[in-house]
T-cell receptor, first 118, second 110 residues
Framework: GAVVSQHPSRVICKSGTSVKIECRSL??????MFWYRQFPKQSLMLMATSNEGSKATYEQGVEKDKFLINHASLTLSTLTVTSAHPEDSSFYICSARDHLGGPLNEQFFGPGTRLTVL | QKEVEQDPGPLSVPEGAIVSLNCTYS??????FMWYRQYSRKGPELLMYTYSSGNKEDGRFTAQVDKSSKYISLFIRDSQPSDSATYLC??????????FGSGTRLLVRP
């Protein structure tokens, strides 16, 4: 159980275009989903936290108008990178937290999406 | 200063060796400490977690936290080639936010 999928796994786009990444919890309901970015040989950096049915909370330094997050249902969150530039090239990983929680409020991670902006 | 510091490695050991992976942290608000394993081009998976100070053992893996020195360790006994991956330590604060180290790349040679 506790499977999180991401689509697409890899995307290459031209500079200036927008890219949408989907994150789905396959076998549980996730009231909260998280979006991380990981540059090569660096740690996962939290970009934003999204709660179902409400606006996302962005971390300091993350442009909310550039990284649009929609968490329309308990099993789906989307991240749209608008007007992508080469410096946005990175590995984007989502995680989801089961609404039933537990003492750890464990996050289950997706397999990631490799974005390359030419 | 980063909240969680971790030596990036790579760490190369022969099969069967005992592996010691370490992190230091600066945030006193961390309540849970985690170790994640991440294979290349995949998302991280939770290996173990500990609450506050102490040891926790699970098979060949032992996680250790020393809050007085803000030191986190993961020991792997009888290491196997399949243990080759990047290991990420993380601290979780009271809002359940995860702060990751940069990860240590481990290679276990057959």
């Amino acid at each position: 159980g506790a499977v999180v999928s991401q689509h697409p796994s890899r995307v290459i786009c031209k500079s200036g275009t927008s890219v949408k990444i989907e994150c789905r919890s396959l076998d549980f309901q996730a009231t909260t989903m998280f979006w991380y970015r990981q540059f090569p040989k660096q740690s996962l950096m939290l970009m934003a936290t999204s709660n179902e049915g409400s606006k996302a909370t962005y971390e300091q330094g993350v442009e909310k108008d550039k990284f649009l997050i929609n968490h329309a249902s308990l099993t789906l969150s989307t991240l749209t990178v608008t007007s992508a530039h080469p410096e946005d090239s990175s590995f984007y990983i989502c995680s989801a937290r089961d609404h039933l929680g537990g003492p750890l409020n464990e996050q289950f991670f997706g397999p990631g999406t490799r974005l390359t902006v030419l | 200063q980063k909240e969680v510091e971790q030596d990036p490695g790579p760490l190369s050991v022969p099969e069967g060796a005992i592996v010691s992976l370490n992190c230091t942290y600066s945030n006193s608000a961390f309540q849970y400490f985690m170790w994640y394993r991440q294979y290349s081009r995949k998302g991280p998976e939770l290996l173990m977690y500990t609450y506050s100070s102490g040891n926790k053992e699970d098979g060949r893996f032992t996680a250790q936290v020393d809050k007085s020195s803000k030191y986190i360790s993961l020991f792997i006994r009888d290491s196997q080639p399949s243990d080759s991956a990047t290991y990420l330590c993380a601290g979780m604060d009271s809002s359940y936010k995860l702060i990751f180290g940069s990860g240590t790349r481990l290679l276990v040679r057959p």
